[in-house]
């Protein structure tokens, strides 16, 4: 089993860096992201960005320029079968949950 655990106290902590290492793993695997909401109370939410199971959309001609946020991230959320956002400063443990 595959675990990661962040501590926002390191001097070394970089956002994108972390943004881009979720959004990899999001896109291979199956997760169980903890992070704490803004609100203050914690949310496990199993959910990914792998094409297979992402919903059916309609492609559109849709070319963006629009700048990354790597303050959030929005995946498809697997117990709620929708999408749903968390800040990538506020993940504090992330499962794989279909590692071999």
């Known amino acids: 089993m595959l675990v990661f ?3 926002n106290d390191n001097p070394d ?3 994108e860096t972390r943004w ?3 959004f ?3 896109g291979q695997h199956q997760l169980e992201v ?3 909401k803004v609100d ?3 949310r496990t939410m199993p959910c990914t960005l792998k094409s297979e199971l992402l919903p059916q959309r309609e ?3 849709h070319h963006s ?3 990354i946020n790597y303050n959030a991230l929005s995946a498809w959320c697997l117990d709620k079968s929708e999408w749903r956002s968390f800040r990538v400063a506020n993940v504090t443990h992330i499962k794989v949950l279909d590692a071999g």
């Open 5 to 7: 655990e962040y501590n």
């Open 13 to 15: 902590f970089d956002l």
């Open 20 to 22: 881009r290492e979720i």
């Open 24 to 26: 990899h793993l999001l």
């Open 34 to 36: 903890t992070f704490t």
């Open 40 to 42: 203050g109370t914690v």
């Open 59 to 61: 492609l559109k001609e």
């Open 65 to 67: 320029t629009k700048a």
